[in-house]
């Protein structure tokens, strides 16, 4: 069983396509985040939900729109693709913060 | 505001030689603080944590850190190195009380030569 899980794993698509991620996570957590991985490996958080809200959004721009039907899933919908947005973006949840994130496998997003 | 610092970008060692990846954070309050490993082309995996307590925490795979609170630092150690820790390493550290948001170091390749 996967605990953190996002489809597809590789993304290509053409600039100005609209474009969603899917992340599910079945450990019963109360949080979720999405991060953006760039070339360099830098690791920066997009968007957390906690029980249905957004607690977190940092300066990302408003192509990005996280939705999260129930407390399971966060998905990342992303309008009008740049070069710019070619990235490897990690799907995360927690529990508090004792344990740590899980992180899913990651969706390596490359736009031409 | 919250930062870490990775100095270390990219280390080459032998086999068998020891590690110790550096590992500094910026925050005002108490803080948690982790380390990631990322193995090629794969997902974060947890390689420890502390929270409290004994300062010098275990993980996984032989790795170890010592929290130094006076110095602000979480290095990341082992004691002899395999080919297969070929990866990149992230330290990280979220506050206790603030925003529930774990922040990266820029991280460290680490490179080991059989």
């Known amino acids: 069983d996967t605990a953190v899980s996002q489809t597809p794993k590789y993304l290509v698509t053409q600039m100005g396509n609209d474009k969603s991620i899917k992340c599910e996570q079945n450990l019963g957590h109360d949080t979720m985040y999405w991060y953006k991985q760039d070339s360099k490996k830098f690791l920066k958080i997009m968007f957390s939900y906690n029980n249905k809200e957004l607690i977190i959004n940092e300066t990302v721009p408003n192509r990005f729109s996280p939705k999260s039907p129930d407390k399971a899933h966060l998905n990342l919908h992303i309008n009008s693709l740049e070069l710019g947005d070619s990235a490897v973006y990690f799907c995360?949840?927690?529990?508090?913060?004792?344990?740590?994130?899980?992180f899913g496998s990651g969706t390596r997003l490359t736009v031409v | 505001a919250q930062s870490v610092s990775q100095h270390n970008h990219h280390v080459i060692l032998s086999e068998a030689a020891s590690l110790e990846l550096g590992c500094n954070y910026s925050y005002g309050g108490t803080v948690n603080l982790f380390w990631y490993v990322q193995y090629p082309g794969q997902h974060l995996q947890l390689l420890l944590k502390?929270?409290?307590?004994?300062?010098l925490v275990k993980g996984i795979k032989g790795f170890e850190a010592e929290f130094i609170k006076s110095k602000f630092s979480f290095n990341l150690r082992k004691p002899s190195v395999q080919w297969s820790d070929t990866a990149e390493y992230f330290c990280a550290v979220i506050s206790q009380t603030g925003a529930n948001n774990l922040f990266f170091g820029t991280g460290t390749r680490l490179t080991v030569i059989p």
């Open positions: 502390y929270f409290s307590g004994d300062p």
């Open positions: 995360a949840s927690s529990q508090g913060r004792v344990g740590g994130y899980t």
